[in-house]
């Protein structure tokens, strides 16, 4: 069975962090593409990071680039996301996802979705 959890939202004030992690398990962690998307209340999923299976490069949506960093343990089996300098526009549930591909930051392409955290930022 396919399981992806994530955990470490939370609420927090403006400009600060927060780190979330994702535990994988049920599938070879090594051959996918990591993600983390996000949902705020009346929007579209967004891809906001993903990390690549091969060379570990980095890809972020724009508008979280310099304040995010995504990273990946192989061996654990498990990625982050590390959010500095969080703003109230960040406010949304955080899900992680898999793909086998190279879809990286688009919702269409995930293989296995994970249940969401909620991180909340206040002004």
């Known amino acids: 069975e396919v399981q992806l959890q994530a955990s470490g939202g939370g609420l927090v004030q403006a400009g600060g962090s927060l780190r979330l992690s994702c535990v994988a398990s049920?599938?070879?962690?090594?051959?996918?593409?990591l993600c983390w998307f996000r949902q705020a209340p009346g929007k579209e999923r967004e891809g906001v990071s993903c990390?690549?299976?091969?060379?570990?490069?980095?890809y972020y949506e724009e508008s979280v680039k310099g304040r995010f960093t995504m990273s990946r343990d192989n061996a654990k089996n498990m990625v982050w996301l590390l959010m500095n300098d969080l703003q109230p526009e960040d406010t949304a549930v955080y899900y992680c996802?898999?793909?086998?591909?190279?879809?990286?930051?688009?919702?269409?392409?995930?293989?296995?979705w994970g249940k969401g955290t909620l991180v909340t930022v206040s002004s």
């Open positions: 049920g599938f070879t962690f090594d051959d996918y593409v």
């Open positions: 996802s898999a793909n086998w591909g190279s879809y990286y930051l688009d919702p269409n392409g995930q293989d296995y």
């Open positions: 990390i690549s299976d091969g060379d570990g490069r980095e």
